[in-house]
């Protein structure tokens, strides 16, 4: 018979502080880097938005390996 798993609030609350802040530096280089970019080489706002769009889209993959490193060192549910 599986028992069921709790939730660590502990660990939970951890892990959620450190993604709101490597998330807000990660897709704050994301953005500004894309702006700066665009604006050094004058390409435009067009293309300013599309390197923004696609550094945005790397700095979300960035957070899901945190996301799963974090949850391998402080893991979320634990037997009851």
């Known amino acids: 018979m599986a ?6 609030w502990r660990n939970l609350i ?3 502080s450190i993604m709101v802040l490597i998330a807000t530096e990660v897709f704050g280089v994301a953005l500004a880097g894309g ?3 665009a604006g050094l080489f004058e390409l435009g706002s067009t ?8 550094f945005s889209l ?3 993959y960035v957070m899901t390996m945190v996301w ?4 391998r060192v402080e893991p979320i549910t ?3």
């Open 47 to 54: 293309v300013g938005y599309i390197l923004m769009g696609l």
């Open 35 to 37: 702006w700066a970019i």
């Open 3 to 8: 028992q069921p798993k709790r939730v660590n």
């Open 78 to 80: 634990q037997r009851a």
């Open 14 to 16: 951890t892990i959620l």
């Open 58 to 60: 790397f700095a979300a």
């Open 68 to 71: 799963r490193v974090c949850t």
